[in-house]
């Protein structure tokens, strides 16, 4: 039997038993709605990022645009739309990537990564809750940005490499 904790306008926050091998084991889940990231290229070797503030964690951090998908959208559709409103940039071409959960221990956040080409220049109309910096940064620059622990959001780190790894080289 669940027990719902908190509910939000973001996510429920539950409490519920389950039997596994003869175990008991109590479970709290937090379940919230499938979310888009996207990894924006102004060209080849250049990212737009964003420093953004992050009030859980009380700092500014380096992470790729992302959000919610909202009732009946279609994930390539809110990665588009929150590509505009965080960044001020539209896509011509926005290419999935791959589906990841955001931390599978815990939470039901589902995240689609897309990548994003070319770029161009709109207007930007980020939430009201959202303060955040773009900025231009090259590629090779972003990957010596993971390695020396300055880019720490796990979403940017994943699609960072993913890109690197299974989209350049080809």
């Known amino acids: 039997m669940e027990k719902v904790l908190v509910r939000n306008k973001l996510f429920k926050v539950s409490a519920y038993t389950i039997k596994k091998h003869?175990?008991?084991?109590?479970?709290?889940?937090?379940s919230e709605?499938?979310?888009v990231v996207v990894l924006p290229f102004l060209n080849n070797n250049t990212l737009l990022l964003?420093?953004?503030?992050?009030?859980?964690i009380n700092r500014y951090i380096y992470e790729i645009p992302a959000g919610a998908i909202e009732r009946g959208e279609k994930p390539v559709k809110a990665a588009a739309r929150e590509l505009?409103?965080?960044?001020g940039y539209t896509a011509n071409s926005l290419k999935f990537l791959f589906w990841m959960y955001s931390s599978?221990?815990?939470?039901?956040?589902?995240?689609?990564?897309?990548?994003?080409?070319?770029?161009?220049k709109s207007s930007r109309n980020p939430d009201e809750d959202e303060i955040i910096d773009v900025k231009k940064i090259r590629l090779d620059k972003a990957?010596?940005?993971?390695?020396?622990?300055?880019?720490?959001?796990?979403?940017?780190?994943?699609?960072?490499?993913?890109?690197?790894?299974?989209?350049?080289?080809?």
Do not use: W
Not at 50 to 56: I, M, N, P, S, V
Not at 84 to 87: C, F, L, Q
């Open 143 to 170: 990957l010596q940005l993971i390695k020396n622990n300055t880019i720490r959001d796990a979403k940017t780190i994943a699609c960072i490499l993913y890109y690197l790894r299974f989209i350049k080289r080809k």
């Open 22 to 30: 003869n175990k008991k084991i109590k479970v709290f889940r937090i």
């Open 84 to 87: 505009e409103e965080e960044t």
């Open 104 to 120: 599978p221990g815990l939470s039901t956040e589902i995240l689609y990564a897309y990548s994003a080409h070319n770029l161009i």
């Open 33 to 35: 709605p499938a979310k």
């Open 50 to 56: 964003e420093h953004q503030y992050r009030a859980a």
